[in-house]
Nanobody, 123 residues
């Protein structure tokens, strides 16, 4: 049974850090790319960062450059989103999504989604 599960969200102060994890069960790590999406209150969902099956990273959100990084541990079918220097505008629901092989910014092309988790940046 295929499952995508996120963990690591929560409340953090501005300037702080969080690491989100995404575990994919039921797929070989050689077969999928992972993208982190987020949806802020009252806004549409946007792609943040993607990592393909070979570890190549694609950046989608200019606002996170130099602050967020994506990585993956194929041995454990897990991808990570390291978020540093967090800002209040990073507050959002964060989703992990998987699709075959290659990255895409089009959320409709992702077949497998986690349930999402809240990240709140506030003092």
């Amino acid at each position: 049974q295929l499952e995508v599960a996120e963990s690591g969200g929560g409340l953090v102060q501005p300037g702080g850090s969080l690491r989100l994890s995404c575990t994919v069960s039921g797929l070989s790590p050689n077969d999928y790319a992972i993208t982190w999406f987020r949806q802020a209150p009252g806004q549409g969902r946007e792609g943040v960062l993607c990592i393909n099956r070979l570890g190549r990273v694609t950046e989608y959100a200019d606002s996170v450059k130099g602050r967020f990084t994506i990585s993956r541990d194929n041995a454990n079918n897990t991808a990570f989103l390291q978020m540093n220097s967090l800002r209040t505008e990073d507050t959002a629901l964060y989703y992990c999504a998987a699709r075959g092989y290659f990255c895409s910014r089009e959320e409709g092309s992702y077949k497998y989604w986690g349930r999402g988790m809240q990240v709140t940046v506030s003092s």
